[in-house]
């Protein structure tokens, strides 16, 4: 099985390309689906996950999954990798919308006063829910390029 340190780049994107089709592709249909620069490039990466024995050529000459591997930093929603930082951008979602609320309702509330340290986490939290949330999107949109090829 393959480890963390083997799963990167361009191979990453090939391995999760073919797990999001699920079915089997040749090396132009990787090279179009992971947007590799040419089909030597697509069939150098091909071969390395099939060495790893995360995919298998069937007797078409086509090739498809083999094994679902763990890949650092990410998680497996259904058939996307998705970045773990897309989770930690969701918490201090919930945490801003949390401190507004607070925020909203000491405008009704007569003994809620705000401090301004209040203000001060207010601004924090915000700081890191952008930068978690700019993260994560440039990290999934790196594995998972527009999907030209898949029906």
Sequence with gaps: MASGDELE????NVYAYIVRVDRPVGTRDVTR???LSSTSVAHHHLQKLETLGLIEKNSYGNYVLKAKASVDGHVWVGKNLVPRLMFYSFFFIGAFGAEVSILLLSLFVDNLIIDIRFIVLLGITFVAM???VIEGLQLYRKLNPKRIDEK
């Design 9 to 12: 780049g361009n191979t990453l």
């Design 33 to 35: 689906g992971a947007e």
């Design 130 to 132: 952008i930068l978690f």
